[in-house]
DNA sequence: GAGTGGTCTAGACCACCAC
DNA sequence: TGGTGGTCTAGACCACTCA
């Protein structure tokens, strides 16, 4: 044997799923079914379907099986992160929280695109900005599906949005996606930040999911490029 | 039993690293002694210790134990990441590569610090330009150890070193730890990239480590903003 | 209640390292 | 040659989901 047996399932089953054997929102045959598929122990098949749920080809639910996930903007390994702001949030200055809009609309074409929802679909829609030391610094944008949050309030925003989200409500996030970019600030970037002549913005763009792999809250995080830095301890 | 097992045992060990109980260097009991101690089954124990090793904690090396790394500056959870120079090898564009300096010299000062090493140990000072389409677009700046790596020559550097090191040299890296910032161009970027007008760039600064825990490589990549752009997938 | 994934066990063989 | 981590097995019990 020239590989790893949980290697070599692991990378048929990519392989089926790049090829649209198994749809994205599927679910994978049970571990047990693998296993009797391929001749092998349910821990091996168990090894290979870890891999896949890492690399993001998959999402495994207890009780239900092992969904499919959308891999086509995100097809090249990548894993975690942590933003200033996230950072921040373990630091002991906090930063001071001001609530420029939270209203509950239809959600724009692009939203609707981004989100995989129909315009029927209210959402909240908050934008608030974060201050270290009296300079603004952060814009946060969020857009949140109204069907998983019936309230939202200016105290809940200017505290900890995912701390009532988990806390609260008791939804469980499972998994985001991030993307992050350098752009030319907006005239809303410059009219709520003090950008103080910088001339870009560092933007995080996620994704949040739920277990069962639904797509409720996008998020855009648009930093100061001074008070930027991301530390990443990547495996290879 | 309120936890799963394998998690109390990493816990377990997170704080007896933390305590200073393992120091950074030293190597762990092994997976049978551990097994032993915390009445358990060796899987069990793996499960913890690839944990640990997920979270940057410790380097396991086959043949002699699980290695305790230095996690004073990355002591929260990240991972992996793509930026885009990474991705444009797999694209079918390749950059044109301009070698503007190869030389052998003592370490400076800074890299004597961050790379852990003497004045009398010889590194390899290496930069590169990256061009996409005519436009001069990153800026690559390398140390290596002279003592992994005897022979450089520039048709290396204009083709890659890492698979220079991997193939050729058949040194395995093990992994790498990032760090990502946003800063004003020097007189070096402006001489030797395009910048037109651009007045941040994005630096990434890559700590490369070899599959004994030793550091072997810094790199510096300095991005032009507009062509620049990270895709994280994060599990949380 | 049947089926799913999550955890755990006690063994086995292997590749690699150091002495 | 003995010890290390890497892989694999064939079972077991559990928590959870869904009809």
Redesign the pocket.
Known sequence: ?Q???????YQHLVQDIKNGIYASGD?????????QSF????????????RL?QHGYIQ???????IVLDMQKFDFPVSGLVSFKELSESMEEKPATTVHELTLTNPSAMMQEAMEIGEEQLVWNVIRSRAFQRESIILDKDVLLYSKIPKLSREICEDSIYSYIEHDLGLTISFAKKEITVEEPTQEDESLLDLDGFSNIVVIKNFVYL??ATLFQYTESRHRPDKFRFVDFARR
Chains 1, 2 share one sequence.
């Open positions: 044997m590989q790893n047996k949980f290697h070599s399932i679910t994978l045959p049970s571990e047990n079914e693998l296993a001749s092998t122990s349910r821990e091996t098949v168990r090894k290979a379907l870890n749920s495994k639910v207890r009780g239900k099986g092992s277990e069962d």
